[in-house]
C-alpha cells in the first residue's frame, strides 16, 4: 500500500475509534501510541529504503499491469522517486481510469492499445527505463532488451505497507542494475568479425 495511504489509514482508524471511545484518557493514550508507531515505521522505512532510493530516483517506468495493480504502482513509484510515464488501461475500470489519471503526471498517457506492438512503440518514443508488466508483456521487454519486473496475480513477494514497499524498491532496482543488460546489448560473438593475422 502507498506509504501516504497506509498512514492516513492509520490515522482515520485512531480519530474513529477516539470518537467513539469519547474524549478519555485511553483515547488519548491510543492516538499517542499510534503516532509513535507511525514514526517508528516511518524511521525504519527511511533506513530500509536508502539503499535503493539514489538508484531509483528519475527512472520512467512503463506500467502494463491493469486493475488496481496500475494505480496503487503510481503511488509507489512516487515514493520511490520514479516517475510512470505510460500505463495501459486493459482489465481497468472506469473508475481504476480516473484514478489512474489522477495520480498520472500531466504528460502520463494512458493506453488504450495494449498489444506488443503498440507497447514496443511507446518504450521507444519514450525512452522508458523499465517495464513492469503481467503475463502479457513480458517478451516484449525482453524484445526491447530493457530492464522489466514481472509482476502477476502468483508473484511470490507482497507489496503491501511499509515492508512491501521495500520489497518493490528491491525487485526494482535488481531488474534495473542487472548485469545482463550490458551483456545482451553487446554483439553476439559469432556476429563479431574476425581479423587472421599472419
Known amino acids: 500500500m ?23 484518557v485511553l483515547a488519548h493514550e491510543l492516538q499517542e501510541r499510534t503516532e509513535n508507531l507511525i514514526a517508528q515505521e516511518n524511521s525504519a522505512l527511511d ?39 505510460a500505463v495501459t488501461d486493459g482489465k481497468t475500470t472506469e473508475e481504476e481510469k480516473a484514478k489512474i489519471q489522477q495520480y498520472l503526471s500531466a ?6 492499445d495494449t498489444t506488443p506492438q503498440a507497447i514496443l512503440k511507446v518504450l521507444n518514443q519514450t525512452k ?5 508488466t503481467g503475463a502479457g508483456n513480458k517478451y516484449t521487454a525482453l524484445k526491447t532488451r530493457i530492464p522489466f519486473l514481472y509482476i502477476n496475480h502468483e508473484r511470490h513477494h507482497a507489496y503491501a505497507g511499509y515492508a512491501g514497499l521495500v520489497v518493490l524498491a528491491s ?15 553487446k554483439t553476439a560473438p559469432w556476429d563479431e568479425k574476425i581479423s587472421y593475422q599472419l
Open 107 to 112: 504528460d502520463g498517457m494512458l493506453l488504450a
Open 2 to 24: 502507498h506509504q501516504k495511504s497506509y498512514l492516513f489509514y492509520l490515522k482515520l482508524l485512531v480519530h474513529l475509534l477516539s470518537l467513539s471511545l469519547g474524549d478519555s
Open 128 to 132: 522508458a527505463d523499465i517495464l513492469i
Open 171 to 185: 525487485e526494482l532496482h535488481e531488474a534495473l542494475y542487472s548485469p545482463i543488460w550490458e551483456q545482451i546489448s
Open 47 to 85: 533506513i530500509a529504503l536508502a539503499p535503493y532510493l539514489a538508484d531509483l530516483k528519475g527512472k520512467r517506468i512503463l506500467l502494463s499491469t491493469g486493475g488496481v495493480k496500475s494505480w496503487s504502482l503510481i503511488l509507489a513509484a512516487q515514493d520511490l522517486g520514479m516517475e510512470v510515464i
